[in-house]
């Protein structure tokens, strides 16, 4: 493919972040390659209206609220680390590296990949969904398509499913008790984009 | 034993010696002859439909948002299947949107239905898995012909067409007679130009000929390879700009530029923009002077988008006439990425490719109006290339303009998946409530009730 090791001394910090994400660097420096091509302004960083500039991203029902979720509150623009430190919640689970050692929880596992679901819907960052929140997710997934009735009826439906302390929002924890404990892991089932190519016929 | 194998060799040298007469004369009456005159059998608009006939065998069963929502569903561990919400089916958009981010590919521009056929090219399967034998197979029986086959096929066209321009272009420069030399420079260039267009299995439509390029004009385009220059020579005669290289390159140049005028700087020269500009206004002055072709974006675009324009070109005092060209993704990636690939590298993937096909659009002529500075006018210019060949206008996009597309490709995502919840039926109310009170075998009457009550 043509990833010379001259390219990787561009990424500050590569061994760093390969360690903390789990990337291989491949995977790196294809992200980096990625970052740069979006940072249209060379910059090194990334503002919303780059992640707007997607043209699958604009047309993603939930897209504002992924975009938001990669900028920490208050940041308004993204370096290539946060970049790489978000998506490698992505990263399949089943492809995790033997650590050094360390007993912290991957990047990837299961939990992780549930909290940045949950960050979605909880976009006041308070630990919890409330009821407004998850309206404003379903309208922004449902569109005009249902009425407001309808709409109702189903946040009433997922809010009584989910919340067993009866405080009329959903935790993290109703969360993850939601998505019962299943044996596949939480990832896509076809292959993530995050491969590299091989060959070029 | 020398005595035994002779008469095979004989054997062997009387076939190779039929099968060479044989590929030349194919060579010659299907190709190099229409060429010259310009004739076309439509054989390779054949070819196009019978590739894309192949290519549908490779396509997947589309699966849509319900099959995925249900998968996603599954393996987050939601024993119900039947369709309502679950707080899960927010994973089907994130994963969307994270794919998006991470790579966002020429062939995402089509609906997920139609991106599910592969061109059976490895270099354009960015996800490579194996499908199936079948198509594996296909793959590999590909590969023989396209290098066994068209490879030496078209090399040997491509060696032709850039001898004959050669050897022509000099033999016309030596004529005195002006008007004969253009007109029949123009004849030689067009028929080379044609040989190497079928060199490349290139496959044009040209839309509003009426526009094409006048004398004394610029003619600009988006420049996606090295190969636009021929897609548009093909039709037309234009006085190229450029540096001035050395080796093959600058054969070719010294030999065009004997029976045409075309405009090749010394590369001391380029810097000199004054220098650069008088030789252009020039030329463009001369009316019985070919137009002159200038890609103002300066380098190759992956012709999913435009970039900023020059605005040199747009500083001397003409009329514009823009050109958009947009290749067909389906048959595989035009793009010349120089950092990638050297240049040969790259001819020798293109022609090992399928087939090139692309759309030439020639726009209405333009001018710079009065108060109106060559920033501006590029930019203007640059928005008609975008907006005719379907590109995303890079400068006037920062904000997603295209506000209408998206919006309709939105309430689609939102239509597909308010059919999961809400079922394939009409959204009166009468259907919608029915269904709810079925997706409740539970009954959670106060639930019910209350949702009633509203």
Known sequence: MGS?????DHIPNAEELMQETGFSAAHLLRLYERFEFLDKDQTGELRPEDFGAIGGLALNPIGDRIISAFFSPGQETVDFPSFVRVLAHFRPNGTNRTRNGTQQEPVNSRTRKLKFAFQLYDQDRDGKISRAELLQVLRAMLGIQVTEEQLQSIAERAIQEADLDRDDAISFDEFKKVQQ??????????ETPLHPTEGGR | MTWSTFPVDNLLCRCLGI???????????????????????????????????IFEVTKEPPSSLQQEMQELRGSAGCLRSEPEFEMADIFYFCRRGVESIVDDEVTKCFSA??????????????????ISLRVTVLWGFGVLVRYGVLLPLRVTLAVTGISLLLVL????????????????????HLMCYRICVRALTAIITYHNRENKPQNGG???????????????????????????????????????????????????EVKDRHLVAKRLGDHVADKTKQPILIFPEGTCINNTSVMMFKKGSFEIACTVYPVAIKYDPRFGDAFWNSSKFGMVNYLLRMM?????????????????????????????????????GGLVDLIWDGGLKRTKVKDAFKEEQQKLYSQVLVGEQDQEDQSGDRQLEEENPEGDRNNQDSSKGQ
Request: hydrophobic letters at 45%.
């Open chain 2, 19 to 53: 099968s060479i007469t044989v590929w030349w004369t194919f060579l010659f009456v299907f190709i190099i002859i229409p060429a010259v005159f310009g004739v076309s059998f439509g054989m390779r608009r054949f070819y196009m439909r019978t590739l894309l006939k």
């Open chain 1, 4 to 8: 010379s090791s001259s390219s990787m």
């Open chain 2, 218 to 268: 610029i003619c600009v385009a988006n420049h996606t390879t090295p190969i636009d220059v021929i897609i548009l020579a093909n039709d037309g005669c234009y006085s190229l700009v450029g540096q001035a290289h050395g080796g093959l390159m600058g054969m070719i140049q010294r030999a065009m530029v004997k029976s045409s005028p075309h405009i090749w700087f010394e590369r001391s």
């Open chain 2, 113 to 130: 239905q139609e991106l599910e056929s592969w061109n059976l090219l490895t270099r354009s399967n960015y996800n490579f898995r194996h």
């Open chain 2, 169 to 188: 272009t000099t033999l016309v420069g030596f004529l005195p007679n002006r008007e004969l030399r253009s007109f029949l420079s123009e004849k030689v």
């Open chain 1, 181 to 190: 404990v299943s044996p596949h892991p939480q990832t896509p089932t076809k």
């Open chain 2, 352 to 388: 090992s490719s399928w087939a090139i096909v692309c759309s030439v659009w020639y726009l209405p002529p333009m001018n710079r109006e009065e108060g109106e500075d060559a920033v501006q006018f590029a930019n203007r210019v640059k928005a008609a290339i975008a907006a005719q």
